[in-house]
């Protein structure tokens, strides 16, 4: 796969020119795979270059950048970067309500990951509106049996067990 994704971006950045944001969104396919495999460094550096790029294509608001935030704020969680990764996803949420509306289902994992990361960090009172709001998000989304639904509602358990709440996580 990875030798296909970087014969891909090379032919892209040949017939497209290095600036296209579809080069920006191959280099971030390409970093997702590289995160998976644990080549952390190399997929760091091609988010960070997708990003760039799509800033400079799309300007500051669009849901590509707010997608590409969250992306590296993940990989920065993986490599234990948590400032990082707080202020990527911070980013990343504002920028999706703006873009998406504040009911979008990519706003709800962004926020769930928001949490997830108060919550390592035992700032659970952070953590927990976030949680609820991604929980709220997705049951209005998907209704009462959708996997991110399971996933929102260990986030609000983890967060009111944290808070000391262990009754009140439903």
């Given at each position: 796969?990875?030798?296909?994704?970087?014969?891909?971006?090379?032919?892209?950045?040949?017939?497209?020119?290095?600036?296209?944001?579809?080069?920006?969104?191959?280099?971030?396919?390409?970093?997702?795979?590289?995160?998976?495999?644990?080549?952390?460094?190399?997929?760091?550096?091609?988010?960070?270059?997708?990003?760039?790029?799509?800033?400079?294509?799309?300007?500051?608001?669009?849901?590509?950048?707010?997608?590409?935030?969250?992306?590296?704020?993940?990989?920065?969680?993986?490599?234990?970067?948590?400032?990082?990764?707080?202020?990527?996803?911070?980013?990343?949420?504002?920028?999706?309500?703006?873009?998406?509306g504040a009911a979008h289902p990519s706003l709800a994992l962004t926020l769930r990951n928001l949490s997830y990361l108060y919550s390592v960090r035992d700032e659970f009172a952070q953590a927990e509106p976030l949680a609820t709001r991604a929980l709220d998000i997705n049951e209005r989304t998907y209704g009462s049996a959708h996997v991110d639904l399971a996933y929102s509602l260990i986030s609000l358990g983890r967060a009111q067990t944290g808070r000391g709440n262990a009754a009140g996580a439903r």
């Open positions: 796969a990875r030798d296909h994704y970087e014969q891909a971006l090379a032919l892209l950045r040949e017939t497209l020119g290095p600036e296209s944001t579809q080069v920006a969104m191959t280099e971030n396919n390409l970093a997702t795979l590289l995160a998976r495999i644990g080549d952390y460094g190399e997929a760091q550096s091609l988010y960070r270059a997708s990003l760039a790029l799509l800033e400079r294509q799309l300007g500051g608001e669009h849901p590509l950048i707010g997608n590409s935030k969250h992306n590296l704020g993940e990989l920065d969680q993986r490599m234990t970067l948590d400032d990082e990764a707080l202020e990527l996803y911070t980013q990343a949420a504002a920028l999706k309500e703006k873009v998406l």
